[in-house]
């Protein structure tokens, strides 16, 4: 059947056509690395050390050597490398006020009895920025374009593209890359180097990135496409 007209899109077809492209579904620009950055989202060791439990993300820490060979990727290309960390202020005055004031159970620590978190960049010594030339981004919350001025320095870079990496997929990560799609740029989203803390959260907020905002493809992809190999290469 060809194109359907009004009243043809029965419950079955739209299901259908909803499960294929969850799973199967490309959005079809390429990476340029010329209008390219790369955003390594929250990368803070009070996610990647074990130490910092209740926050550990083991995931997050498996990643790294990915992360740090993608960062190497990119920097030998030219394209800017944006760090972003979540911190605030001791007295909360520049942060959102749900996180403040504790809303949701996500920021509830009464399981926690330690040093304060979040309080200063604490990006991973593992994935270490060049101070001075990459970006550093600290962000109030979940998204790093709201609060900040991350879309302003992308625009004066000439991006229109831009990779997202890190933790937590359906929380920073995933914020970012539809504040991103809402601002007009083509989102590159990695499968495998982006972490959270269910398997399966990780792999349904896969499946909507993949269906509405974002290229979703692997990390290998993502650097042959840097290199300007392989099908994903502009």
Same mark, same amino acid.
């Given at each position: 059947?060809?194109?359907?007209?009004?009243?043809?899109?029965?419950?079955?077809?739209?299901?259908?056509?909803?499960?294929?492209?969850?799973?199967?579904?490309?959005?079809?620009?390429?990476?340029?690395?010329?209008?390219?950055?790369?955003?390594?989202?929250?990368?803070?060791?009070?996610?990647? $050390?074990?130490?910092? $439990?209740?926050?550990?993300?083991?995931?997050?820490?498996?990643?790294?050597? $990915?992360?740090?060979?993608?960062?190497?990727?990119?920097?030998?290309?030219?394209?800017?490398?944006?760090?972003?960390?979540?911190?605030?202020?001791?007295?909360?005055?520049?942060q959102?006020?749900?996180?403040?004031?504790?809303? @949701?159970?996500?920021?509830?620590?009464?399981?926690?009895?330690?040093?304060?978190?979040?309080?200063?960049?604490?990006?991973?010594?593992?994935?270490?920025?060049?101070?001075?030339?990459?970006?550093?981004?600290?962000?109030?919350?979940?998204?790093?374009f709201?609060g900040?001025?991350?879309?302003?320095?992308?625009?004066?870079?000439?991006?229109? @593209?831009?990779?997202?990496?890190? @933790?937590?997929?359906?929380?920073?990560?995933?914020?970012?890359?539809?504040?991103?799609?809402?601002?007009?740029?083509?989102v590159?989203?990695?499968?495998?180097?982006?972490?959270?803390?269910?398997?399966?959260?990780?792999?349904?907020?896969?499946?909507?990135?993949?269906?509405?905002?974002?290229?979703v493809?692997?990390?290998?992809?993502?650097?042959?496409?840097?290199?300007? $190999?392989?099908?994903?290469?502009?």
């Amino acid at each position: 059947m060809g194109k359907r007209k009004t009243g043809e899109f029965d419950s079955g077809y739209l299901l259908r056509k909803a499960r294929q492209q969850y799973d199967e579904g490309e959005a079809s620009f390429k990476i340029s690395p010329r209008s390219t950055a790369l955003i390594v989202v929250d990368m803070l060791e009070e996610f990647t $050390k074990p130490n910092w $439990k209740p926050t550990w993300i083991p995931e997050a820490t498996g990643q790294i050597p $990915k992360i740090s060979d993608l960062i190497a990727t990119c920097r030998a290309a030219g394209v800017p490398i944006v760090y972003t960390y979540f911190a605030f202020r001791s007295d909360y005055l520049d942060q959102s006020r749900p996180f403040r004031d504790a809303w @949701t159970p996500l920021d509830k620590l009464d399981d926690y009895d330690g040093p304060p978190l979040f309080q200063k960049e604490s990006i991973d010594p593992a994935l270490k920025p060049e101070y001075g030339k990459d970006i550093l981004i600290m962000k109030p919350c979940y998204g790093a374009f709201t609060g900040t001025s991350l879309d302003l320095m992308l625009k004066n870079l000439g991006v229109d @593209t831009v990779i997202i990496c890190g @933790t937590m997929t359906n929380y920073c990560c995933g914020t970012t890359a539809r504040e991103a799609h809402a601002r007009g740029y083509k989102v590159v989203f990695g499968s495998d180097i982006n972490s959270t803390d269910d398997p399966a959260i990780h792999e349904s907020e896969l499946k909507t990135l993949r269906r509405g905002f974002a290229l979703v493809i692997s990390n290998d992809q993502i650097m042959d496409a840097i290199k300007g $190999k392989g099908p994903y290469r502009s």
